[in-house]
């Protein structure tokens, strides 16, 4: 069946811009997870939704960062004004729900600011 | 905060030798650990987990014993593949932080022919 999917594969962006990265889950998943890994740095947690709501906001960098999710379907994550330092992988995962399930992870947005 | 800590990178082995890859976490309540191993050009996929102290993880020959009196999860497998070549992160996750995972740096593992 189809994994979790992620567009775009690459983005390169000027400085200053915004950008919108979007994840589509496994069908069926309620829970789903942003991660983002920085060149020669472990993966860091940015948000997670149960459903569309999310509960911990607490990863994500700054206020330049914000993600929503439709229903229990495709979820979106737009960071503004765009810094060098926002360079990275950005990974998304779903699972099953809370509590444990594994994590299924898209191949992820490597983005690029120039 | 919650915390995993594998030993550093790279790692580099002839075919048919032993692995050990070592992790070890710093959490309050009860963890679930997990490696996760991403191979060259593909995505990130869970290897083995562990969701309670004493409890053994196993797949593809790899194995991880949950250790909570040492804080550890180490990774082995008796005698590696050239096709295990990848990174393998240590992760934790708690039901009570929504089930996010926290991961360590991630040991690049290379297998010689």
């Known amino acids: 069946g189809a994994g979790v999917s992620q567009s775009p594969s690459n983005k390169v962006t000027e400085k200053g811009k915004d950008v919108e990265l979007r994840c589509d889950p496994i069908s069926g998943h309620t829970a789903l997870y942003w991660y983002r890994q920085r060149l020669g740095q472990g993966l860091e947690f940015l948000i997670y939704?149960?459903?569309?709501?999310?509960?911990?906001k607490s990863g994500l960098p700054s206020d330049r960062f914000s993600a929503e999710r439709t229903g229990e379907s495709v979820s979106t994550l737009t960071i503004q004004r765009t810094q060098q330092e926002d360079s990275a992988v950005y990974l998304c995962?779903?699972?099953?729900?809370?509590?444990?399930?594994?994590?299924?992870f898209g191949p992820g947005t490597r983005l690029t600011v120039t | 905060g919650d915390s995993v800590t594998q030993m550093e990178g790279p790692v580099t082995l002839s075919e048919e030798a032993f692995l050990t890859i070592n992790c070890t976490y710093t959490a309050t309540g009860y963890p679930s650990l997990f490696w996760y191993v991403q191979y060259p050009g593909e995505g990130l996929q869970l290897l083995l987990k562990a969701t309670k102290a004493d409890d053994k993880g196993s797949n593809k020959g790899f194995e991880a014993t949950y250790r909570k009196e040492t804080t550890s999860f180490h990774l082995e497998k008796g005698s590696v593949q050239v096709s295990d070549s990848a990174v393998y992160f240590c992760?934790?996750?708690?039901?009570?932080?929504?089930?996010?995972?926290?991961f360590g740096e991630g040991t690049q593992l290379t297998v010689n022919p």
């Open positions: 992760a934790l996750s708690k039901e009570t932080s929504g089930s996010r995972l926290t």
């Open positions: 995962a779903s699972s099953l729900a809370l509590g444990g399930y594994e994590q299924y």
């Open positions: 939704f149960q459903g569309n709501s999310a509960p911990d």
